[in-house]
């Protein structure tokens, strides 16, 4: 698949996550791989929901800058980890629901385990419920350098698939092309709505 069919493809998934209300006030930011050494990532400022292509910013993924000199998203150098350390990964989707950022505060633990639910199997590699996923947290800060040394620190030493929480910021999470990043978003939300509901349900 092209590189200009994958940006059509993630202008698309923009769309509906705008529609679904996982990327409020500008928030959020998504990229695809665009060839060796580079990906295409939202301009920072733009509205997801009404984003088009022209709004995507080529960016080395070595440097993680912007050769046009326009302003890429001030996460890019999370996105551009993630296609270091994944060289499989193909697009990388940001988002800021609320599901996502409440529950990433209300685990203190380093990692979210799932576990028990059907849509489990929405996430790639995971066959039964009865397996557990685990979805890491991180500290947010804006030192974004300091961040992503940090995650890279961790995914050297663990596992880190699917994606990650960051406190209350919000989820990050890739696949090897849209349509997987996409289901992974949609799988992940699906599974923190079941669990801040379960949660909220045992304190009754």
Request: hydrophobic share 40%; glycine share 10%.
């Amino acid at each position: 698949m092209t590189a200009t069919s994958q940006l059509a493809q993630l202008v698309a998934a923009c769309h509906w996550i705008g529609q679904q209300g996982w990327a409020p006030a500008t928030g959020g930011n998504m990229s695809v791989r665009a060839g060796e050494g580079f990906c295409l990532l939202s301009e920072s400022g733009k509205d997801k929901g009404s984003l088009t292509s022209d709004d995507f910013i080529e960016v080395e993924i070595a440097s993680g800058q912007a050769p046009s000199g326009r302003r890429p998203s001030a996460e890019t150098g999370l996105h551009t980890l993630i296609y270091r350390l994944f060289p499989e990964a193909g697009a990388v989707l940001h988002t800021h629901s609320v599901n996502s950022t409440v529950l990433s505060r209300l685990e203190k633990s380093a990692l979210l385990r799932i576990q028990g639910y059907e849509m489990q199997k929405s996430l790639s590699g995971q066959q039964s419920h009865l397996d557990t996923v685990e979805i890491a947290l991180f500290d947010n800060d804006q030192d974004i350098a300091a961040l992503a040394t940090r995650i890279e620190t961790w995914a050297k030493q663990r596992s880190l698939r699917y994606g990650f929480l960051l406190r209350g910021h919000g989820l990050t999470c890739w696949g090897k092309d849209v349509q997987e990043a996409r289901r992974h978003l949609e799988g992940l939300e699906f599974l923190f709505n079941c669990e801040m509901q379960r949660r909220l349900l045992e304190r009754v």
